[in-house]
């Protein structure tokens, strides 16, 4: 019964990114104690925040080993990260993993706000 629910919990999770992202809607996920405020207002390192911003700007997009790169030994962890995707407006996709720049708008009807995955889903 237990991985009967699991399976449903993840089914319902993927039908609601697959609907968001059909929609180029950015989906955020929380468990009720990380509010988009507090992440948005979150203290992180602004090393970090320089050293990620500065590959994107080179690349384009980061695949996850690039994120780790990028950091080198600062501090990395998924809600500072979901912090600088909220402020920067990035687009933070989990699977495949890529980070991206804020994308350009796509007119007044386009949603505000960047694709970050589920708080805990950082890979590796």
């Known amino acids: 019964m237990r991985d009967q629910a699991a399976r449903l919990v993840e089914r319902v999770r993927e039908a609601a990114e697959e609907f ?5 809607w ?21 090393r970090l925040e320089t050293a990620l911003a ?12 690039q994120v780790v790169a990028a950091a080198d030994s600062l501090p990395l962890d998924t809600l500072g990260l979901c912090s600088l995707v909220l402020r920067h407006g990035w687009t933070w996709h989990s699977r495949p ?28």
């Open 54 to 65: 500065t590959a994107l700007d080179a690349r384009g997009e980061l695949t996850w080993p």
């Open 97 to 124: 993993y890529r980070l991206r720049p804020a994308p350009p708008s796509n007119g007044p009807n386009t949603p505000p706000g960047p694709v970050v995955p589920a708080p805990g889903r950082l890979p590796g």
């Open 26 to 46: 950015g989906l955020v996920a929380t468990d009720g104690n990380r509010t988009r405020r507090l992440l948005e207002h979150r203290t992180v390192d602004p």
């Open 20 to 24: 968001c992202r059909s929609r180029g």
